[in-house]
């Protein structure tokens, strides 16, 4: 088995220690992402609406540096600090998954890194 470590400056650099993602075998397995400005290395400002977007984007940096895209993705994973906010990532999520929906799972969280509302992670194919 092959590993090859994923890394791009369009998302946030890890605040850990860990890889962005990790391809393996034909898969990517994509790190929890929070909404990090990866300019700034800050918490998006507003609600969960706005740190959903930034979430998604991240993703979508990492996935591109990966040589895939939100088509490819297999499995999520979302992470939320409040239920009561499902509604509104679900919404901002559905529309990067329009055709094609992947299998997921929806957790309630104590707390996020940083005071984050929202983290996603993904699984896809490389």
Not at 20 to 39: E, R, T, W, Y
């Amino acid at each position: 088995m092959t590993c090859e470590t994923i890394a791009t400056d369009t998302a946030p650099a890890a605040i850990g220690p860990y890889a962005q993602a990790v391809k393996a075998n034909g898969m990517l397995f994509c790190s929890g992402q929070i909404a990090l400005d990866p300019a700034t290395g800050e918490l998006a400002a507003g609600g969960v609406a706005a740190q959903t977007e930034r979430v998604m984007e991240n993703i979508a940096a990492v996935l591109a540096a990966a040589g895939t895209g939100f088509g490819q993705v297999v499995k999520t994973t979302i992470f939320l600090a409040d239920m009561g906010d499902f509604g509104a990532v679900n919404e901002i999520y559905g529309r990067c998954f329009a055709d094609h929906k992947p299998a997921r799972s929806t957790v309630a969280v104590r707390s996020l890194p940083r005071g984050a509302l929202v983290e996603i992670e993904v699984v896809a194919l490389a």
